[in-house]
């Protein structure tokens, strides 16, 4: 075969492989990683929408993505809302917020915004620790509803209650939101996005709403966070403060500077990667007996910008195609 | 009563305040003379605290204090040189802010949990050489340690402005950051300056990190609150404005003192980011910058 047919048939490959990846593994544990790894893939690419495409720096983005699942568990808990609708709804309520944050967010840059977010994230938090009667605080929700069963024909119905089968639910979300974001970035206004990350007053300059531009995609990579929230209440069935905390941000930032910041593959790479690094990581640290899983992230994250510009991705491209690299002999 | 209770507040707020600004000096310093936004601030801070937790394990009461102080200086300031050559030196000529932000980020997680494999997660708390003492001046009272604590961070910051304004080095390292290029013309050496400036401002935070440790416990994870304190400090005095650092030291620690108790504990820390969030909208040059 040459290489345009590969070409067509490799996604198809692909998805192929992973609809049929939980059946091989018939592995719990590792079907749970792969779902964790999806959440992951969804935070990561918002991330990126926002840092990679328009240059600004959220360090709060956990907090969307902690607004979605407290949004989505309290209307199914109170209300009695359909987890599916509080899916969406957990994404739209994270856009607000989105909306909220981005429009003083527009006014700054740099250190400025980094810490404003981290504010933005770290008051959010304390509101969650503290509005007891709502969130019950610290002890977090629980027994928050899984995704409804869906009635099939002839009396039977789908049930979301396995990892196998939430699985197939954050491959749909993952495939979704990664392909809206494909298509946001190969299209015009994906263009304006990054010629305003590389020079705002040049975009400006040849009329592009700069503005407008850095709000929608603020608020789209909010919404996307909020929708992987909304998902990881309803599976794991438990949502604490823990999810708004900087820490939670700085994972999924590690995740997209490892895969490669600005690239579309990147972040999946990066949250694949580690996902199962920090899972292969807590067998060392058994061994070893001692805990160094953040330790080697934090050595990643500065050994990446250090010394692998571009991340994995950039890697990958350098090794394969040396001679395109400008400034390369 | 009532008038004494606010005073009472407002002294506990200078003392906090005075730590705030010893830390967030540090932090302005380095930023107004490399530009680098350093997250990993508040760590040297922890590492200070930590080498006065074994200092004063080790020697006696005033012996303990005084030595704590100067070892934490001596540590931290080589600690600062080390990471701004391996660390941040590389990114000097092509950094972008992202890539700056992420760096100090990586070393942020770095130290924090190398500090919890090396010390481990329990809190310890600093010893008291006065025994506990208290300062009563009728209105209100303070220990003496807290008294200590503020004297200490006023004769710091003071002998700071007169290292700055005074001395050869001092005149370099304002000049560099006025103007690198020109103060480069003027036969500065201005990778000199950078480590120095660099290997100063982290030893500020590691002092200030012993005198926070006279306030709260110390844990490899209390890195993360005084970066956040210095940064809204720094932004609320203008990003590289000494003075501007000082005085807005001062208003968060009061402020806070006074919100945690007239408002609410609970949200005590968000007091600093609602008076950052208030600044970047009204006068995003800080409380006392230019106005651009």
Known sequence: ?329 | MESSLLLQQIVNGIILGSVYSLIALGLTMIFGVMKISNFAHGDYSMVGAYVAVFLMAWLPGWLGWVGSILAAAAVVGVLGVVTERLVFRPLLTRWTDIDIIMVSIGLFILLENLAHLVFGATPRMLKDPFGGAVFDLGLFSTSQLRVFCLVFSCVAIAVLQLFLNRSRLGVAIRATSQNRFAAQLMGININTVYTLTFSLGAALAGVGGVLYGTLFAISPVMGAIPTQKAFVVTIMGGMGHMRGAILGGFILGVAETLGGNYLSMAYKNAIGFMILILVLLLRPSGLFGRRQ
């Open chain 1, 1 to 329: 075969m040459d290489a345009r047919s590969w070409r067509a048939i490799a996604p198809w490959a692909g998805l192929a492989a992973l609809v049929v990846l939980p059946l091989v593994l018939r592995d719990r544990y590792l079907v749970h990683l792969l779902v964790m790894a999806g959440i992951f893939v969804i935070l990561s690419s918002s991330w990126n929408l926002l840092a990679g495409y328009t240059g600004q720096l959220n360090l709060g983005h956990a907090a969307f993505y902690g607004i979605g699942a407290y949004t989505s568990a309290l209307l199914a808990i109170k209300l009695g809302i359909s987890p599916w609708l509080g899916l969406v709804l957990g994404g739209l309520v994270a856009a607000c917020f989105g909306l909220l944050l981005g429009v003083p967010a527009l006014r700054l840059s740099g250190p400025y915004l980094a810490i404003t977010t981290i504010g933005f994230a770290e008051i959010l938090r304390l509101v969650a620790m503290n509005w007891v009667d709502l969130t019950r605080g610290s002890l977090g929700l629980y027994g928050i509803p899984p995704l409804t069963p869906i009635p099939l024909p002839g009396g039977k119905s789908l049930t979301f209650t396995s990892e196998v089968s939430a699985y197939y639910v954050i491959l749909v979300l993952c495939l979704l939101s990664l392909a809206c974001c494909r298509r946001l970035v190969n299209s015009d206004f994906g263009i304006s996005a990054r010629s305003l990350r590389d020079d705002e007053m040049a975009a400006a300059s040849v009329g592009i709403d700069v503005n407008a531009y850095k709000l929608a995609i603020f608020m789209l990579s909010a919404f996307f966070a909020g929708l992987a929230g909304a998902f990881f209440a309803h599976y794991q069935r438990l949502v604490s403060p823990d999810t708004l905390s900087t820490a939670e941000t700085f994972t999924i930032l590690t995740m997209v500077m490892l895969g490669g910041l600005g690239t579309l593959t990147g972040p999946v790479v990066g949250a694949v990667v580690l996902t199962f690094l920090a899972e292969g990581l807590r067998f060392v640290e058994d061994w070893v007996k001692m805990d160094v899983r953040l330790i080697i992230y934090g050595l990643l994250l500065i050994l990446t910008i250090l010394f692998m510009r571009g991340g994995m991705v950039g890697l990958f491209d350098r090794f394969r195609r040396p001679a395109a690299q400008p400034g390369r002999e």
